[in-house]
């Protein structure tokens, strides 16, 4: 029988693994040297300074510090630089809308400045006795049922272009809110450009105001009742009252208010008009016709009345004035509907315009409801 055999293979010895550690150089110890930086004695600032003279270069002008922006009171203000700056900054605007540049000469501002509430504040920054940036803040009475208290209007803020990308513009509000009485209110109409900075400085926008436009067109009447007022007085104060108790805060519309606002101003010439019934004063229709671009509009800058009745009868003879002037539109930009008019859709406005307001010592303070009429507004 054949037999199968089974091939030797041979048991290989164990081997021992080693396992190798790879040679590393040991670096030689070095001593850290610390380089003792280079410093410029005096004579070889001398020396420097010939060379740049014989070479025609210039030494090189030492860095200056950001300028600060200082408060100051309207009567310390230099009024003619004061309009200069707006001029230079502001000038193409109004040359583009055919407006003569008297209305920022210094006549308007002397005005603004010395309301009947009090002198106003102004936040400005200067460099070697140059103004480069201002903000304005003039005082109103403001009033509420019962409530009176003094807000500050925000206005005029202007920088130098060549002093721009500083943060001169937020110097200057930061200034202006300081120092003021805690139950005393800031409040603007800013544009989109600097709506953000208000925001930083804690202002809320608190409403986006309405524009109100009517045209003049069809057959309207004037009210015989409604005529051109001859002189404000102490009825008229007691008519500003009469509206405080019923409205949100807004400034109180006295006498002397009124004369300050239309009748004082250099500028803008107003046309002032009231609404008497039997039992006296029921109401007030303040206007100012004005010509931009081709268009001719009527601006309905106050129309107070103390019932619905009365503001449709102001309001139809704004349009009956509008038509006989020559109007196109009637417009008001105003927390209240303006009669017969309808409200020009945001999407249309080349500027919404907004109120933003902040409490002066507390930020958080609750401003509860607001009521603006046009001639809040400083623009018109």
């Given amino acids: ?183 005393d209110w800031l409040f603007a109409f800013p544009n989109g450009q600097s709506r953000r900075a208000f925001e930083k400085r804690a202002y809320r926008t608190l409403q986006k105001v309405p524009l109100w436009f009517r045209p003049v067109g069809g057959r309207p009447r004037a009210s015989e009742r409604v005529r051109p007022i001859a002189e404000l007085g102490a009825e008229h104060d007691a008519f500003a009252e009469r509206l405080a108790a019923e409205r949100g805060l807004a400034a109180v519309r006295s006498a002397a208010y009124l004369r300050w606002r239309y009748l004082a101003h250099p500028y803008f010439d107003y046309q002032l008009l009231e609404l008497r019934r039997d039992e006296g004063l029921a109401g007030l229709l303040v206007l100012n016709r004005m010509e931009a671009r081709g268009r001719v509009s009527l601006w309905v800058m106050e129309l107070l009345a103390l019932d619905g009745a009365a503001r449709k009868e102001l309001a139809l003879t704004a349009r009956a004035l509008g038509k006989a002037q020559g109007c196109d539109v009637l417009l008001a930009a105003s927390s209240g509907k303006l009669p017969g008019a309808l409200r020009v859709p945001p999407c249309f406005l080349p500027k919404q315009h907004v109120l933003m307001v902040r409490g002066a010592g507390d930020a958080e303070r609750e401003p509860g409801a607001w009521d603006v009429e046009t001639g809040d507004w400083d623009t018109f």
């Fill in 1 to 183: 029988m054949a037999e199968r055999r089974t091939p030797h293979r041979r048991t290989p010895e164990p081997r021992t693994a080693e396992r190798r550690t790879p040679h590393r150089r040991t670096p030689e110890p070095r001593t850290a040297e610390r380089r003792t930086p280079h410093r410029r004695t005096p004579q070889m600032r001398h020396d420097e300074a010939r060379m740049s003279t014989a070479t025609g270069a210039e030494p090189a002008a030492p860095e200056q510090p950001a300028p600060e922006a200082r408060v100051i009171d309207a009567t310390e203000l230099d009024v003619e630089a004061h309009a200069a700056l707006q001029q230079r900054v502001f000038g193409g605007i109004l040359e583009e809308n055919g407006i003569p540049l008297e209305r920022l000469g210094p006549a308007v501002f002397a005005w603004k400045l010395a309301p009947p509430a009090g002198p106003a504040r102004l936040a400005i920054v200067e460099r070697g006795g140059e103004l480069l940036s201002s903000c304005t803040a003039f005082p109103v009475e403001l009033g509420r049922g019962e409530e009176r208290v003094r807000g500050w209007h925000l206005c005029d803020a202007v920088t130098a272009p060549e002093a721009r990308g500083q943060g001169l513009f937020g110097a200057v509000l930061d200034a202006l809110g300081d120092g003021l009485p805690a139950e």
